[in-house]
């Protein structure tokens, strides 16, 4: 006996054909559970008559196709070489997947694509913060006690001390990693200019917080907050970023970078560990419910209904009133 | 610890399709589906792998990985798992050399 499914209706052939080609919110796996990454580079990507395909050259095996998995990922990363039709990429945008374009070997961000089918609420917390200094200032300060711990960043600390002591901490957690695999001195250098004479470690550690970049962006955009109002940093279309990132590095890419000081291919070998720890620490699920914390911290947010109609009027008495209705009628 | 497997066996000899039966469903001609212990499954697909002679095999079984599954290949194939720095898609030749056909 085949039990028949009770919550969905059945669909017509047409309708089901439509929901496919342009997924409801309701049929893409939330942020959360959705793949972390996924990084290509010398590949031609287009849509085909059903799907996104990259086409990957090899010299062992000529060239071959491998169909994307557009709706389970959460962020692609196109490193140099690639090329994608305008196709594929509205493809990945209605199937909520951040695009970022990088440099070779997912270090450097230069570019993200955003999907438009999003609710627009963390976006207005994080602006209404951002532009009230005392509010800003607290989030700030909310962002160093999340890195240092509880109580250390008290009501009467400035952030211009916050900054010495992040700077400090820093400094001796390489100095400590560093004796511990003895490497004698590490210099944390970035130059992209010389970049295959860096040591492994730096390679590895640019390599390592490109993709946590990467995953910080495609978790920022998916919440539809802007990246680049930071609450830390300033002035970059990445702060807010970078601000999200650092809470993490010295749990995660400093002490992966430094286990690769001797890998002979320290960038990919962080990527790969990089993507395993990934999992382990649940990253992506844990960074939406930092930023939902550090925007909200009375935790009023409750996850919208995918059925809800997504665009209002704003009403500065009762917040919002319902779009798409003639209100020509009222007094 | 049993767990879900599901293999796919394509152009493989009649007494193998058997044997595959005795541990696991047929649901649709050369597709089984079954929850077997990890032991039981590597037991089967080394025995699978031997018998594949020309035709093809696929085995998906749950994975600690972050999809969460892993696949096995045996025999001649079109289609070959490829590992993207940790995340495995499917690559495969295509006969002719087809052109994008934008909808």
Same mark, same amino acid.
């Given at each position: 006996m085949t039990p028949r499914p009770t919550t969905t209706k059945p669909l017509s052939t047409s309708n089901a054909r439509r929901k496919l080609a342009a997924p409801t919110v309701a049929m893409l796996p939330r942020i959360a559970d959705s793949l972390s990454f996924l990084y290509l580079d010398i590949v031609r990507i287009h849509q085909d008559d059903t799907g996104v395909c990259a086409e990957v050259t090899t010299e062992q095996r000529g060239t071959e196709t491998v169909y994307l998995p557009t709706a389970a990922l959460s962020c692609v990363l196109l490193g140099p070489g690639t090329s994608i039709t305008a196709r594929a990429l509205t493809t990945f945008a209605r199937n909520g997947t951040t695009i970022l374009t990088t440099g070779? !070997?997912?270090?450097?961000c230069y570019s993200a694509a955003v999907p438009e089918s999003l609710t627009t609420t963390w976006l207005e917390r994080q602006t209404r913060a951002w532009t009230n200094d005392t509010h800003r200032l607290a989030i700030a300060q909310a962002m160093y006690e999340l890195r240092f711990g509880?109580?250390?960043?008290?009501? !009467?600390?400035?952030l211009d001390k916050l900054r010495g002591m992040e700077g400090q901490r820093v400094k001796a957690h390489y100095q400590l990693l560093a004796r511990q695999y003895k490497i004698g001195r590490f210099r944390r250098a970035y130059d992209p200019a010389s970049w295959d004479t860096q040591d492994p470690v730096n390679l590895a550690l640019s390599s390592a917080n490109t993709c946590l970049y990467g995953i910080v962006h495609a978790a920022i955009t998916a919440l539809g907050c802007s990246p680049a109002l930071g609450f830390v940093h300033n002035g970059n279309q990445q702060a807010f970023v970078y601000d999200i990132a650092d809470l993490y590095k010295a749990e995660l890419t400093i002490p992966l970078a430094f286990s690769l000081h001797?890998?002979?291919n320290p960038e990919g070998e962080a990527r790969r560990s990089f993507r395993h720890e990934l999992r382990l620490f649940q990253l992506l699920p844990r960074i939406v419910t930092d930023i939902q914390q550090l925007l909200d911290p009375s935790r009023t947010y409750e996850g919208p209904?995918?059925?809800?109609?997504?665009v209002d009027l704003w009403d500065p008495v009762t917040g919002s009133v319902p779009a798409g209705v003639n209100h020509g009628a009222q007094p | 610890m049993s767990s879900m497997i599901v293999i796919s066996a394509t152009a493989v000899p009649d007494h193998l399709r058997g044997a595959l039966t005795r541990w696991l469903?047929?649901?649709?001609?050369e597709l089984y589906v079954g929850t077997v212990s990890a032991r039981v499954r590597d037991e089967l697909w080394a025995a699978v792998t031997a018998c594949t002679n020309d035709g093809l095999a696929v085995l998906a079984h749950p994975a600690d990985n972050e999809q969460g599954f892993q696949l096995r290949t045996a025999g001649t194939r079109r289609r070959e798992p490829l590992d993207f720095d940790g995340l495995t898609l499917i690559a495969f030749k295509r006969e002719s050399q087809e052109t994008a056909k934008p909808v």
């Open positions: 070779s !070997g997912g270090v450097r509880n109580g250390t960043a008290t009501d !009467g600390t400035t001797a890998s002979p209904d995918p059925e809800e109609q997504m | 469903l047929e649901v649709t001609p």
